[in-house]
Nanobody, 124 residues
Framework: VQLVESGGGFVQAGGSLRLLCAAF????????IGWFRQAPGKDREFVAA????????RYADSVKGRFTISRDYVKNTVYQQMNSLKPEDTAVYYC??????????????????WGQGTQVTVSS
């Protein structure tokens, strides 16, 4: 099982980035894919999640209206479009996969598989 993130980088406040999470050989056919982030000295926090088949989504309050999660079924890829970025969005962003829906999608230990992370840095 592999989850490979890409798309991170350096951007000024107010700018945009699009993160990608390519999923290979997941052990379950209908996963929920989530994005989490971890800033230096802080706990890992939930950002957004999407169910693979129903395309239901869930967002952390801090990113609602700015971030959009979506998925490409053919490419087995989940995207996170991040607009109006703020310095407090600076973190390593991880995608993760779990079996199940959105009920516990904000709980990191409910996810079975994790990617290696991609750095997002937003300057003020």
């Amino acid at each position: 099982v592999q989850l490979v993130e890409s798309g991170g980088g350096f951007v000024q406040a107010g700018g945009s980035l699009r993160l990608l999470c390519a999923a290979f050989r997941l052990p379950f056919s209908t996963p929920t894919i989530g994005w989490f982030r971890q800033a230096p000295g802080k706990d890992r926090e939930f950002v957004a999640a999407i169910t693979w088949t129903s395309l239901s989504t869930r967002y952390a309050d801090s990113v609602k209206g700015r971030f959009t999660i979506s998925r490409d079924y053919v490419k087995n890829t989940v995207y996170q479009q991040m607009n109006s970025l703020k310095p407090e969005d600076t973190a390593v962003y991880y995608c993760a996969a779990r079996y199940g829906g959105l009920d516990s999608a904000d709980v990191s230990n409910k996810y079975q598989n994790w990617g290696q992370g991609t750095q997002v840095t937003v300057s003020s």
